[in-house]
């Protein structure tokens, strides 16, 4: 008879070398970068030296720029979530025909790609947009009578139509748990409604109204792509000077010394998001959705309602139909000129190859981080759940392994890809480890930003099985392989599926990082965007938005098929 434990130990080996593939991968592709920026940034010539990290605060330059940081991303906070507010309400607590389009509509900023956003706006309001070429034709002037472009405030409209939908959705979920019975209980002990709202409601409210502006603050802290490309020369966040410093003053120990205050901000930011994010998850006495929604029954309320949904229509739809419009209309009217121009490579392109095959290289980019995005995260879920799961008796080390491996793949959350690009930059383009020239980072890059996501949405798909099914197949008779086979796959498809579109959505429209590893021969739909809006010429104009709507299309209908396969919620995304 064979020893069974000799024939099983070459199956729990490999087993075991898989179950490493997600750790191994993190510590060469997202720790070793983050090392390289720390080496750099605090040992710029073999030896500790502070001077670089001390100019943030020694610089009256960098405490310019730390300032508008700062203050663009309070400011865009606030008015985000000023405009919110009222959504929210409407959402959360009436019924009105077109709701779920309306709400579908409200979070479609958040999957649009920055660059997107800033073409958007530039076909919006910018010098040759359409509310400016409608106001010269209605009043008759030569010059367009709205300057905004590279202006502060053309910055803060953009990071409200990107981050409305992030502070809708959070204050929306929670609002629509909380039981309308305790205001009006408050209104039948004699409260008005402003007071009720301000003592009962506004109260429950509060770890919702902190969450969501940590998170949107976060989002503009780390604002690249639409300040870059909106703000112009004049404007520049620490993520903007971090790119300025590496790429066009090779000012490399500088940069790195800015990419650790940089994380360091961020890291702290994050820490408060997930105290915050976690009083969330216990909302006071949560009510079915159907029972707190009702029709609205007065002309007051049926007047907010209407007004509500009217703005959501004009501040989503308004930059997105004047982004499509732009990339139909030529000199003389309606055409297709812009998009067949992205089939050909003219003398004077920016690039070596037609625009068009941007737009092959970004597809196939996506595809290949999806792939590693899926599997790094699938094997990370299974693995997580396994170690929760194992009683404590024979447990040992497993519980606190799960305890950190489930954080540690959620720390790229918490980097923006402009640190993580900077960090391939440095720690690629030398021995042990030459990359730094091949398209092969950009798959790896985009998915260690992806994986988290993956994380999150297929975590709790496993975390739903019940033991009891594996166990009743496994005394059938069936193996490890057909259980997962016949018990796993068909309750965790869907949630994969919904992680796989987020995954290749996410690398579809990476911009921060990409920046930095893109070769010129090889661009990038979001890089070859940037590149087309910065050149003169209305062919150029006209080839970014035709481009931009194309890579709308594709996030959209990511998008609605995310939509589609989320199972009653599933997930955390």
């Known amino acids: 008879m064979p020893d069974l434990t000799i024939t099983r130990a070459p199956r729990r080996l490999l087993r075991s070398l898989v179950f490493l593939l997600p750790l191994l991968f993190f510590v060469l592709f997202y720790f070793y970068p983050l090392g390289a920026i720390l080496r750099l940034g605090l040992l710029p010539e073999g030896r500790p030296d502070l001077s670089a990290l001390a100019q943030l605060f020694a610089s009256s330059y960098f405490l310019r720029v730390l300032w508008f940081t700062l203050w663009q991303a309070v400011v865009s906070t606030a008015l985000t979530l000023a405009l919110a507010f009222p959504g929210a309400y409407v959402l959360a607590r009436f019924r009105f025909p077109g709701k779920a389009l309306v709400r579908a509509l409200a979070t479609l900023p958040f999957v649009l790609p920055t660059v997107v956003v800033a073409a958007a706006f530039v076909a919006l309001i910018g010098p040759n947009g359409v509310i400016n070429d409608w106001l010269r034709a209605v009043l008759g002037l030569a010059r ?269 959350l918490a980097t923006s890809a402009v640190t993580l690009g900077l960090g391939y930059l440095i720690s690629f383009g030398r021995p042990p480890l030459v990359l730094r020239d091949s398209i092969a980072l950009l798959p790896i890059v985009h998915a260690v930003v992806a994986v988290p996501f993956v994380l999150r949405t297929v975590l709790p798909g496993f975390r739903a099985i019940p033991p009891s099914l594996r166990e009743v197949a496994a005394m059938l008779g069936a193996n490890e392989w057909r259980v997962w086979r016949e018990v796993d796959w068909p309750l965790i498809r869907r949630p994969l599926l919904v992680g796989a579109l987020f995954a290749f959505t996410m690398s579809m429209g990476e911009f921060g990082a990409t920046v930095f590893l893109v070769r010129p021969e090889t661009p990038t739909l979001p890089v070859a965007i940037y590149r087309f809006l910065g050149q003169p010429g209305a062919l150029n104009y006209g080839q970014a938005l035709a481009m931009s709507v194309l890579l709308m299309a594709v996030c959209a209908v990511a998008f609605v098929a995310i939509e589609h396969f989320r199972v009653g919620g599933e997930g955390e995304f």
């Open 144 to 412: 367009p009578p709205i300057q905004l472009t590279q202006t502060v405030w053309i910055i803060l409209l953009a990071h409200v139509f990107y981050n409305y939908s992030v502070a809708l959705r959070l204050l929306t979920a929670y609002w629509q748990n909380l039981p309308p019975s305790l205001t009006q209980a408050a209104q039948m002990l004699g409260a008005s409604p402003a007071r009720a709202f301000v003592e009962v409601t506004l109260p429950l409210l509060r770890p919702a109204i902190m969450a969501a502006a940590v998170l949107v603050f976060i989002f503009c802290f780390t604002s690249f792509g639409v300040v870059v490309i909106l703000g112009g020369p004049r404007f520049a966040t620490l993520e903007v000077e971090i790119y300025r410093q590496a790429v066009n003053l090779f000012n490399l120990p500088v940069a790195a010394a800015l990419s650790l205050w940089q994380i360091l901000f961020t890291f702290i930011l994050m820490g408060f998001y997930t105290r915050t994010q976690a009083r969330i998850s216990r909302p006071v006495r949560p009510g079915a959705r159907r029972a707190v929604e009702r029709p609205a029954r007065s002309g007051r309320e049926r007047l907010l309602v209407g007004g509500v949904v009217a703005a959501i229509v004009v501040l989503i739809g308004a930059p997105l139909l004047a982004l499509t419009g732009r990339s139909l209309r030529g000199a003389g009217g309606l055409t297709l000129a812009y998009y067949r121009a992205l089939f050909t490579n003219r003398e004077s392109s920016l690039f070596f190859v037609p625009p068009a095959e941007a737009i092959l290289n970004s597809v196939a980019i996506a595809l290949a981080a999806m792939a590693l995005a899926v599997t790094l995260g699938l094997i990370s879920a299974q693995l997580v759940t396994r170690w929760e799961r194992t009683p404590r008796s024979a447990a040992g080390g497993r519980a606190a392994l799960s305890r950190l491996l489930d954080p540690l793949l959620m720390l790229p």
